[in-house]
């Protein structure tokens, strides 16, 4: 089954910005919803995006108007782009990939840190 692989998390002062990527061992193309997904310490896993495979688009309210997630299905490859980053924002994000024909596959997850 396809494998997914983030990266591009790291150290950043509020205000600032990063780019995920999340990419795939296979092709995307068919796969209905890719999404970030996030988890800050002794919290939940909780939504961040996704994006389906006609690419309809959907937020968390608290990443509205600041996060874009986006898909290159040529590149099986999706990116979230974060800007304001808020404190608030420090947590594991993992991109996930979610189809009818198998279980939520997840990522390792990139650490996201948002200093004050």
């Known amino acids: 089954q396809v494998q997914l692989v983030e990266s591009g998390g790291g150290l950043v002062q509020a205000g600032g910005s990063l780019k995920l990527s999340c990419a795939a061992s296979e092709s995307i193309f068919r796969i209905n919803t890719m999404g970030w997904y996030r988890q800050a310490p002794g919290k939940q896993r909780e939504l961040v995006a996704t994006i389906a495979r006609i690419g309809i688009t959907n937020y968390a309210d608290s990443v509205k108007g600041r996060f874009t997630i986006s898909r290159d299905n040529a590149k099986n490859t999706v990116y979230l782009q974060m800007n304001s980053l808020k404190p608030e924002d420090t947590a594991v994000y993992y991109c996930?990939?979610?189809?009818?024909?198998?279980?939520?596959?997840w990522g390792q997850g990139t650490q996201v840190t948002v200093s004050s």
């Open positions: 996930t990939a979610l189809h009818p024909t198998f279980s939520p596959v």
